[in-house]
């Protein structure tokens, strides 16, 4: 009965005007969720069980240190005050972890080719984006999948461009189709560059590839001053290989990408039970300690220099040894490490939001909805892996990548809270509804206004009555994601302006159209 009211009430607007009016693209004031957003309300460690994990990572360094360092590394970290041992592993004194943990640049802002998608990484400002080495991708109108090309890569980068809850385009997959590997590397990175202006990671399969593929970077930024001044691609670095080694050549890439001004990313990525400690909170000492020793070879090389703080050990399944990314044991592993990140006051990373699940189906739902809330709650900076990502890294999906926006949106709207104020107290609503008002607060002003401010509105998430489901065909959620791929795509333009595109053409071999 209210509903017909109102609609005799509103001429020529009604519920239809109403769901167009939220369609639209809200002014940033009002909006109720954003990119950056704070959050530190989830702790599942308790502050005693932090310091432990701190000192116990502290013991690490010092008496069991990491192996494999390349002679360069060698004499960075040495002459810093790291001792190299009879054994050849590097060890780290207390003092030297604390000095280096002092010089460590907190004020950290990855840059985007477009400013407004810049990451403001202090505090506990929550990003969520893509990442990961995916060879697959997965055909949900055939329940298969393929081989992964430079066609999707830069596909997804036009899909992230124009989805507003991924915030930045971390290499989700790799280029199969291109055997010479620096050919795939300049091709990856064109890919991504083409299709987003947003924040872009991007490894290196060979440190040799870095010079190549910095001469692309400034063709692309419009020259190397204009890069330097604001570099919008993020070295993505496994710079050990765990438990407790360097791997030699990522940290010669590292290296390199350092003096070229390029942000890293220092990741470690051990599996609990493999090669990681068995335990969650085993597995969290192992990765803080490799990463306190990255943070070391870093700014003894360059003080303060750009690095995010990449602890990323994941799930195993211990019965199989498969990998659990879209496990609980998952989310406590990357909300425990942003906890860690909080402790140092570090901008910091970890996996949240992948999925076990081979489609996007009702698992790959709850597994990606799990971590990433629970990763957005614990403050993470970063959070990779977020969107897209299925069968424990090893499949990539457009259509999943477009859902994932959803699950984003309602996962920053937990990271945002509840703002308690004397106007969202709303005694005055209650007031005016109850006292001689109509009983109700449906189609108030205020209500009105807080359905923006307050309420986040899924785009493809249906919520139908099911009369109005049936009546519109009965709409299927992968159906509606595959649509809005192929709407993306189809207006979706090149990122880069003709000219500079053109000119990369003529001086490498591009592989997609």
Avoid at 17 to 23: F, L, N
Avoid at 31 to 52: A, D, F, K, Y
Avoid at 475 to 502: E, F, S, Y
Wanted: aromatic share 6%; charged share 20%.
């Amino acid at each position: 009965m209210v509903e017909v009211q109102e609609r005799k009430g509103r001429p020529g607007g009604g519920r239809a005007a109403r769901v167009a009016a939220r369609a639209a693209a809200l002014p940033d004031d009002i909006r109720p969720i954003r990119p950056g957003m704070e959050s530190n309300v989830l702790n599942v460690l308790t502050e005693t069980q932090v310091h432990q994990i701190h000192e116990a990572a502290l013991t690490a360094l010092e008496t069991i240190g990491l192996a494999d360092a390349p002679q360069s590394g060698i004499d960075i970290t040495v002459g810093a005050g790291a001792i190299l041992g009879d054994d050849g592993r590097l060890r780290y004194p207390r003092a030297l972890v604390e000095d280096m943990l002092a010089k460590a640049n907190r004020d950290l802002t990855l840059a985007a080719r477009d400013p407004r998608f810049d990451l403001d990484l202090r505090g506990t400002r929550v990003h969520y984006g893509t990442a990961g080495a995916a060879v697959n991708v997965v055909e949900v109108e055939t329940n298969s999948y393929r081989h992964s090309t430079s066609q999707d890569l830069y596909d997804a980068a036009r899909i992230t461009q124009a989805l507003d809850n991924i915030h930045f385009y971390q290499r989700p997959m790799v280029c199969r189709e291109i055997a010479d590997n620096l050919e795939m590397d300049l091709n990856s990175i064109y890919a991504c560059v083409a299709g987003t202006t947003k924040h872009i990671g991007m490894s290196f399969s060979d440190p040799s590839h870095v010079a190549p593929c910095m001469e692309m970077i400034h063709m692309l930024a419009g020259g190397e001053d204009k890069w330097r001044a604001r570099p919008f691609i993020s070295n993505s670095n496994c710079f050990v290989v765990p438990p407790m080694k360097f791997a030699t050549e990522s940290c010669q890439t590292m290296e390199h990408c350092i003096r070229a001004g390029m942000p890293v990313l220092l990741l470690s990525a051990g599996m609990s039970g493999a090669t990681a400690p068995s335990t969650i909170a085993g597995a969290v000492v192992q990765a803080v300690a490799e990463c306190l020793a990255g943070l070391v070879y870093v700014n003894a090389m360059v003080p303060g220099f750009p690095a995010i703080f990449g602890t990323w050990p994941f799930g195993l399944d211990l019965r199989t040894g498969a990998m659990c990314l879209g496990s609980g044991e998952q989310a406590l592993l990357s909300a425990a490490c942003a906890q860690m990140h909080r402790f140092y006051g570090l901008p910091g990373g970890a996996a949240g939001g992948a999925s076990d699940s081979k489609l996007p189906d009702m698992q790959a739902g709850w597994e990606q909805m799990c971590s990433n809330v629970i990763t957005g709650l614990s403050g993470l900076n970063m959070v990779y892996e977020a969107a897209g990502m299925h069968a424990s890294l090893l499949g990539f999906c457009l259509e999943s990548l477009i859902l994932g926006d959803d699950i984003i949106g309602q996962a920053q709207r937990c990271v945002r809270g509840i703002e308690v104020t004397d106007e969202t107290l709303a005694l005055d609503q209650m007031a005016e509804v109850c006292l001689g008002g109509p009983g109700h607060y449906l189609g108030t002003d205020k209500t009105l206004a807080w359905m923006q401010k307050d309420f986040v509105y899924p785009t493809l998430g249906n919520r139908m009555s099911p009369k109005e489901w049936e009546e519109v065909g009965k709409p299927d959620l992968v159906a509606a994601a595959t649509a809005r791929k192929h709407a993306i795509l189809a207006q979706g333009t090149c990122q880069v302006d003709p000219a500079t595109d053109r000119a990369v053409r003529e001086r490498w071999k591009i592989y997609f159209n």
